[in-house]
């Protein structure tokens, strides 16, 4: 008997068979009552994004195919925030590219320098994605709105044009992998953690070309935040997207938020699933990944002695609220070590705010931290915060390849935002408790 | 098609910032790209690749950011086609979208030494070590992504389809 009766016959006789979530949101979107993966389908796009650096390229590609317009202006979202506020003329040029192509074609999702957040952080914050999208972007981390419930993933510059004119984009079903997080949380344990844990144990490559559905009761006691840090990173384990199936945090979370309507979607008991793993998280410490390779990780109290000369709190995976609130937390009444800078960059202009409505700006600028506007800078080495040779950072960011943040034998150490405080004050890897 | 050159190996892992480092991202201009193309791999390769150079490597080529600047820099430095044992998903995309061939050959890949000269029918799938004396077969392309590759990439494959609902 192949897989494809079995399937149908374990679904309790209903004929169509048993799908996770990934593979439901993408039948929906393909106009199918199924899917199977390895499948091509040709899918409709609820949203597309581009930033300033592949959002030039795309409308470069974009007008060589002979449409007059975009196929939605509501659905095509441009964000300036990798070299921005400009770093230099040739950024200047292409975020420039990217404003007369939204004025041209009066895109009222725009984000320039003052309405501009970290693209990742941005979008939920503003209610443009949702459960049961399927959202396409330029750039990696796009897979950061599967805490959502959505289907997200990241594409280059040409399969942006290609959707930015048709609203379509075709797509391989992926086979998916389950990790189920049991056991409760461990103090200044958060969704990075899990993640760096898992991407550990998986390795770059474990989840390629595959879907990461994150699951468990420890994953139903993560915080949304927590829940897209874990997100964020699918894409470092290879990962076509990960996926959380959406629940009361996720709904609490787009309440009076979603500009549209939005689906909720769950995987079936009986769905299948390429690989399970378990994972007891009453067993993970706080993470830190060494150079050169997110899977570089080891549990704290396996560190040694790592001396540092800057810290970086924030990025599309760890600059939102509770990473400022966790960040306040640690370094209130301390100072940044005489050795170490500390750069902090709140991941939206609304996170701002909110940080300095709790007093949590003043309390990291009164602890020696720089505080800069939402940027995606330093992360990719782009500006704000490079490192020169021979410099070792400690950052909530999500990759750590060489020269990441700057010259090619400088070192990049990825943490949650607890270690990243705590090692700021220290002037080495710490974990807070030896600050608190 | 015939692909023929000299191999520069990589290992595993080959990521993005390692093919075009971010900090030259603030042009997409490919002859700029293919300037900086590997240097933070090997700081000899821009000067000194030649057209029809190939490059081989192990596991996971291309993985991290969604630049598409990393196959256009290959593409501008000249480089005919790049083998490796697998692909990161999104550089896999973009290098057929911009039309880099590239093959998923594990057991070529780990044979292959630097300075070996290959060459690839894209046609047959055969890949020969001309160095060595030894064939390897490649897994066929996918036909969807065929269509799109006979198109000349992505977008004259979809300005195609617009010229003909036009003409309709």
Redo the contacts between chains.
Sequence with gaps: MDVLKIRKILHNGVNQMPMTITEKILAAHAGKEQVLPGELVSVRVDLVLGNDITAPVAIKEFNKIGVSGVFDRERVVLVADHFVPNRDIKSAEQVKTMREFARQHELPYFFDVGQMGIEHCLLPEQGLVGPGDLIIGADSHTCTYGALGAFSTGVGSTDLAAAMATGETWLKVPETIKFEFTGTLNPWVGGKDLILYAIGAIGVDGALYKAMEFTGVAIAGLSQDGRFSMCNMAVEAGAKNGIVVPDEITATYVEGRCRRPYQFYRSDPEAVYTKVYHFDAARIEPQVAFPHLPENTRPLSAVGQVEIDQVVIGSCTNGRMEDMRIAARVLRGRRVHKNVRLVVFPGTPEIYLQALKEGLIETLVTAGAAVSTPTCGPCLGGHMGILAGGERAVATTNRNFKGRMGHPDSEVYLSNAAVAAASAVMGRIAGPGEVL | MELKGMVWKFGD?V?T??II???Y????DPEELAGHCME??DPDFPARVRPGDIITAG??FG???????AP?AIKAAAVSCIIAG?F???FY??AF??GLPIFEAPEAAADIKPGDRVSVNAETGIITNLSQGKTYRVNPV?P?MQQIIAAG???SY??ER??RQCTK
């Design positions: 892992d990521d910032d390692a480092p971010a900090r991202l603030n042009t997409s933070d791999a596991k996971n993985c991290g950011s969604s630049r598409e600047h256009i697998s990161a998903r999104i995309r973009n979208n911009i996918p969807f990439g992505l977008i979809l300005a617009m010229k």
